[in-house]
């Protein structure tokens, strides 16, 4: 694996965290997280694959709907950083772990219409 560009992917992990809020996101939240994802300058499919691979396995706990969300507002650029470098060091073989990317692939339906929402905003 190539070693990451932390420094560009970092507000991207940040932006996309926003989407496992538990709170309702307004039109505003939609336009910064859009905002953040244009300018820095992946695909649509790279920022996809960011989403699902780095992202949503670190924060779809908060958007469970069997437990209370542990965050409401939000996560700082140091908190996300740490989080998905922590979740991307660590081991990615054995059959637990094939299993457990492969049920998480799938996003929750709250994180699937707010990824749509964002993506009507992108060009």
């Known amino acids: 694996m190539e070693p990451l560009d932390t420094k560009r992917?970092?507000?991207?992990?940040?932006?996309?965290a926003e989407l496992f809020?538990?709170?309702?996101?307004?039109?505003?939240?939609?336009?910064?997280?859009?905002?953040?994802?244009q300018s820095s300058g992946y695909s649509l499919d790279e920022l996809e694959h960011i989403l699902r691979e780095e992202v949503a396995?670190?924060?779809r706990h908060n958007i469970s709907a069997l437990a209370m969300p542990d965050e409401m507002d939000?996560?700082?650029?140091?908190?996300?950083?740490?989080?998905?470098?922590?979740?991307?060091?660590?081991?990615?073989?054995g059959l637990p772990e094939l299993l457990k990317r492969f049920a998480t692939r799938?996003?929750?339906?709250?994180?699937?219409i707010r990824w749509d929402k964002v993506r009507s905003l992108l060009p």
């Open 57 to 59: 396995p670190v924060y």
């Open 74 to 93: 939000g996560w700082t650029l140091d908190e996300v950083t740490t989080d998905i470098r922590a979740y991307l060091a660590r081991p990615r073989h």
């Open 21 to 37: 809020v538990g709170r309702e996101l307004q039109d505003h939240d939609y336009k910064w997280v859009a905002g953040i994802l």
């Open 9 to 16: 992917r970092a507000p991207v992990w940040q932006a996309l």
């Open 106 to 112: 799938k996003l929750p339906v709250p994180i699937d």
